[in-house]
């Protein structure tokens, strides 16, 4: 066995899952989720297997728990680990079911920030997930409808001083309405074509470091010439979370049952 494939055993999958749940240090949580979050990443095959074994170890209940943590660090980790996990197809339903409302959650209302006040970085990871989670998926696009995050995404489209947020809310908004289906219900609810494009500003946004707001991606990057997603963004000496940009299927397909999240 060559020494990179030690990584992508179950037994490593299993003690980095062991320590999510059993840790109440805010680093060793980041820490894990941030390495599920890196060997889930990309589409070549091992990342493909941890995928698929996070979901037989019973991993995503534990991470969809950990999105109510008081740490934004945390919150960001799991958020970004998911988001890489529901590559998956048969992930991506579970966690569309099952994680919705945790990641609504966490959203500001526009200007107005939730109790935890998450940084910029980490709101943008949780709309980014919301994306990969709906996009390919009216079903899942509904649960969001029924989270009641239509209103969050549209005030943070209209009125977060983010760039990043107001890109990253936007596309989602945008998802959502491209399936016909689900419009009769979002005009019912009161929403209309408008509130689904994008904003319209005269200049553009700053980001809240002060810098101007001309963020080329709404989604975490990957190291430039770099074949996988790094924890670490050497553009500065904070942490900085990224994942996958593709929005590829697993190939695997198995029927979705009824027990939840602990399904295999």
């Known amino acids: 066995m060559l020494g990179f494939e030690l990584l992508y055993q179950p037994e490593v999958v299993r003690l980095y899952l062991s320590l999510l749940t059993e840790s109440q240090n805010y680093n060793t949580l980041e820490a894990a989720a941030g390495a599920l979050q890196n ?3 990309g589409q070549w095959t091992w990342s493909n297997y941890i995928r698929a074994t996070v979901r037989k170890e019973k991993g995503l209940p534990i991470l969809v728990e950990l999105l109510r943590s008081d740490s934004d660090k945390v919150v960001r980790a799991v958020a970004i680990a998911l988001r890489n996990l529901s590559i998956d197809r048969r992930n ?12 609504v959650s ?3 209302s526009g200007q107005q920030r939730p109790a ?7 709101v943008v990871a949780i709309l980014n997930t919301i994306h990969e989670i709906v996009t390919d998926s009216s079903e899942n696009a509904r649960s969001l409808i029924q989270a009641q995050a239509i209103e969050k995404l549209v005030a943070i489209n209209r009125t977060s ?8 809310a936007s596309h989602v908004l945008q998802t959502v309405w491209s399936y016909k289906e689900l419009r ?29 707001g001309y963020d080329d991606t709404t989604l975490p990057l990957m190291e430039k010439n770099q074949d996988g997603y790094s924890t670490i963004d050497q553009r500065d000496k904070d ?3 990224k994942t996958d940009d593709s929005l590829a299927d697993l190939t695997e397909r198995e029927p979705l049952k009824a027990s939840g999240l602990t399904q295999q």
């Open 39 to 41: 060997l889930s990443a």
């Open 92 to 103: 991506k339903d579970l966690i569309g079911s099952y994680a919705m409302r945790d990641l």
């Open 106 to 108: 966490n959203l500001p």
């Open 116 to 122: 935890k006040n998450l940084e910029e970085d980490t």
């Open 161 to 168: 001083q983010s760039a990043r947020e107001t890109k990253a």
């Open 184 to 212: 009769n219900t979002l005009t019912k609810d009161g929403w209309n074509k408008s509130h689904f494009q994008p904003a319209v500003t005269a200049t553009p946004k700053a980001t809240k470091n002060g810098k101007p």
């Open 239 to 241: 942490c900085k979370y």
